[in-house]
């Protein structure tokens, strides 16, 4: 990656940071965005430090935002990582509104739709260039009657309809830019052990008096009936080492697909 010059949105926290940490270690330089600066406590270590801009990618001037500050302090693009993401919703299908389907299709769907538009025709000029999306399994398996405690459910109906709208667009985005030698692919985590999520699993087993792999264990269970045969989650290092070998030039042959990487939790459909 010694040269390459990358975009992460999504990239100040949880799977962008360890995505972002990888990618400059590898020797690329990497600009992140989000919509809110990252904590001081934090930030990576200093070697490992990406250049940032703030920007909320929901919006067409947030979008333009991002693309001029690519030109300015990067010069153009050879790698895209659309990290950035929605949440899920609360109560059923019913209680999703406009506004909520239009503010999640916004940021999971047209942020990469207008990304694209903007930077890869650079690519194209150049020759060269790998796009990658950061989907979910969920869009196989939208999760609903989520308990997001006492009473109060959530479901990821409409975050999961985007993610699916955003695999449908690579695979047709990867047809079309494959010949200009510009690699398109999706990546599909399930459960993901974020430091948020750790986080909370803590919380949660100090109250309970039990151990963080306990509840953890509890969670994917809730939702994963049928369990991750792995036996846990995967690791936010783990899909950026996938994201690495994708970026680089070792993967050369590898276009229009979807890499899924969730412990065996999604059933063969």
């Known amino acids: 990656m010694r040269g390459k010059r990358v975009l992460v949105t999504g990239g100040t926290q949880g799977l962008g940071a360890a995505t972002a940490v990888r990618l400059i270690r590898a020797g690329a330089t990497v600009l992140v965005t989000a919509r809110t600066a990252p904590k001081p406590d934090a930030a990576p270590s200093e070697e490992a430090q990406p250049l940032f801009v703030q920007a909320d990618l929901s919006t ?6 991002v693309v001029r500050e690519v030109h300015q302090r990067l010069g153009g693009l050879d790698v895209l ?19 909520q389907w239009s503010s999640i299709l916004d940021i999971a769907l047209m942020a990469a739709v207008r990304l694209d538009r903007a930077l890869v025709p650079g690519m194209l000029a150049a020759g060269r260039g790998v ?7 969920h869009r196989n398996m939208p999760l609903t009657n989520l308990r997001a405690g006492g009473d109060k459910t959530q479901n990821s109906i409409v975050l999961s ?14 047809n079309e830019v494959a010949s200009g030698g510009v690699r398109v ?14 986080e909370t699993a ?11 792999t306990t509840v953890l264990g509890q969670i994917a269970n809730a939702v994963y009936p049928g369990g991750i045969p792995l036996g ?3 690791t936010t290092g783990e899909i950026a080492e996938l994201v690495a070998f994708l970026s680089s ?12 990487i969730d412990g065996g939790a999604l059933p063969v459909i």
């Open 202 to 212: 803590d919380r949660l087993a100090h109250e309970a008096g039990t151990d963080r």
């Open 161 to 174: 309809a985007a993610k699916a709208a955003l695999t449908a667009y690579s695979k047709g985005l990867a």
């Open 249 to 260: 030039d070792r993967a050369p042959a590898i276009i229009g697909t979807e890499l899924v």
């Open 131 to 137: 796009v990658l999306y950061i989907t979910s399994i």
């Open 81 to 99: 990582v659309t990290n950035v993401g929605a949440t899920v919703v609360d109560g059923g299908f019913a209680d999703a509104d406009d506004r």
């Open 60 to 65: 067409v001037s947030g979008v333009e935002t």
């Open 185 to 198: 692919n999706t990546i599909a985590p399930g459960f993901i052990l974020t430091p948020a999520l750790e």
């Open 232 to 234: 846990r989650g995967v």
